[in-house]
């Protein structure tokens, strides 16, 4: 029964290749089952760590970020939180899409620092028809370019590793924040699909009552609070009904309760800060060592 189903499947999983027997195939079958859970548990997971673990670790990156002001120690740390989202595999489609506007705005503060920074002794490295480009503001323009692309990145990785119940769970239980603090903004949160889908059915109803729907550049100001105004009474209604059950139901800001759901500090998440500190800290020396490190100083910029 088998042979006959693997030979009918050889040539989709072979292609032209010739396989001498089913017991070959099934053998290359489970080499390559083999191979691929290799390469999956060569892939760093965070998604199990504790969220307070790593907003720990972002927070010391941010940190590191703010007193540093040369390019060189900048791009190294950049470059180490681009390795770390690709070995974790945060980059995804929705992650990519994120990083456009960072992208604009990092590129912007590059060139808006090499054109208008306020620096000592300047010397013009080109020209753009008014613009005068100087090498010090370049150098400037650089180390904050890649601060706000480190500092975007590692929130990006932060974001799509974290479950925002568990991140919530993890404040309660390790940050000591009030359940009624919490558990409000975890309601909040929640209401961001909610308050999308009001919005399309707002207009869609008008659409319906054969409202003109305008152009982006032909709209006038006061055409924004036929969607604006509705989508408030709706959200203020609905949250209103939100606090009287949260108020029902004891989620006060000095109440205890107990939890269904616990989310501990283990021993990895202790590895996982410390390991994160140690690279910093050994980028940060390796770049003293090489003459580079510039700590915080006045801003420069423009």
């Given at each position: 029964m088998m042979e006959p189903l693997f030979l009918a499947v050889k040539p989709m999983i072979y292609g032209n290749r010739n396989v001498?027997?089913?017991?070959?195939?099934?053998?290359?079958?489970?080499?390559?089952?083999?191979?691929?859970?290799?390469?999956?548990?060569?892939?760093?997971?965070i998604n199990n760590l504790?969220?307070?673990?790593?907003?720990?670790s972002n927070l010391i990156l941010l940190v590191a970020c703010v007193m540093i002001f040369d390019p060189q120690t900048m791009v190294m740390l950049f470059l180490t939180t681009v390795f770390f989202g690709v070995i974790t595999r945060s980059f995804r489609k929705k992650s990519i899409?994120?990083?456009?506007?960072?992208?604009?705005?990092a590129f912007a503060i590059l060139w808006m620092n090499a054109a208008f920074a306020k620096v000592n002794h300047p010397q013009i490295i080109g020209t753009l028809?008014?613009?005068n480009f100087s090498d010090k503001g370049l150098i400037v323009g650089l180390s904050l370019c890649f601060r706000v692309m480190t500092i975007g990145i590692s929130s990006i990785i932060f974001t799509t590793n974290t479950d925002p119940n568990d991140f919530i769970l993890s404040l309660i239980k390790q940050c000591r924040l009030s359940p009624g603090i919490a558990y409000g903004m975890l309601t909040a949160f929640r209401f961001l699909p909610s308050i999308e889908a009001d919005l399309t059915l707002i207009i869609?109803?008008?659409?319906?009552?054969?409202?003109?729907?305008?152009?982006?550049?032909?709209?006038?100001?006061?055409?924004?609070?036929?969607n604006a105004i509705p989508l408030l009474a709706v959200n203020l209604r609905?949250?209103?009904?939100?606090?009287?059950?949260m108020e029902a139901r004891g989620f006060e800001n000095n109440m205890v309760r107990t939890y269904h759901k616990t989310i501990?500090?283990?021993?990895?998440?202790?590895?996982?800060?410390?390991?994160?500190?140690?690279?910093?800290?050994?980028?940060?020396?390796?770049?003293a060592y090489q003459g580079w490190l510039v700590g915080f100083k006045t801003w420069q910029g423009f």
């Amino acid at each position: 029964m088998m042979e006959p189903l693997f030979l009918a499947v050889k040539p989709m999983i072979y292609g032209n290749r010739n396989v001498s027997s089913p017991k070959a195939g099934w053998n290359c079958l489970s080499k390559l089952k083999l191979y691929q859970g290799m390469m999956k548990s060569t892939m760093l997971k965070i998604n199990n760590l504790n969220p307070t673990a790593k907003l720990l670790s972002n927070l010391i990156l941010l940190v590191a970020c703010v007193m540093i002001f040369d390019p060189q120690t900048m791009v190294m740390l950049f470059l180490t939180t681009v390795f770390f989202g690709v070995i974790t595999r945060s980059f995804r489609k929705k992650s990519i899409k994120a990083l456009l506007p960072l992208l604009c705005f990092a590129f912007a503060i590059l060139w808006m620092n090499a054109a208008f920074a306020k620096v000592n002794h300047p010397q013009i490295i080109g020209t753009l028809g008014p613009l005068n480009f100087s090498d010090k503001g370049l150098i400037v323009g650089l180390s904050l370019c890649f601060r706000v692309m480190t500092i975007g990145i590692s929130s990006i990785i932060f974001t799509t590793n974290t479950d925002p119940n568990d991140f919530i769970l993890s404040l309660i239980k390790q940050c000591r924040l009030s359940p009624g603090i919490a558990y409000g903004m975890l309601t909040a949160f929640r209401f961001l699909p909610s308050i999308e889908a009001d919005l399309t059915l707002i207009i869609a109803a008008h659409q319906i009552r054969n409202a003109k729907k305008q152009k982006w550049y032909a709209k006038n100001s006061s055409a924004w609070y036929r969607n604006a105004i509705p989508l408030l009474a709706v959200n203020l209604r609905r949250a209103e009904r939100v606090a009287i059950a949260m108020e029902a139901r004891g989620f006060e800001n000095n109440m205890v309760r107990t939890y269904h759901k616990t989310i501990d500090w283990q021993k990895k998440d202790t590895i996982f800060v410390a390991c994160a500190a140690l690279i910093i800290i050994l980028i940060i020396s390796y770049s003293a060592y090489q003459g580079w490190l510039v700590g915080f100083k006045t801003w420069q910029g423009f």
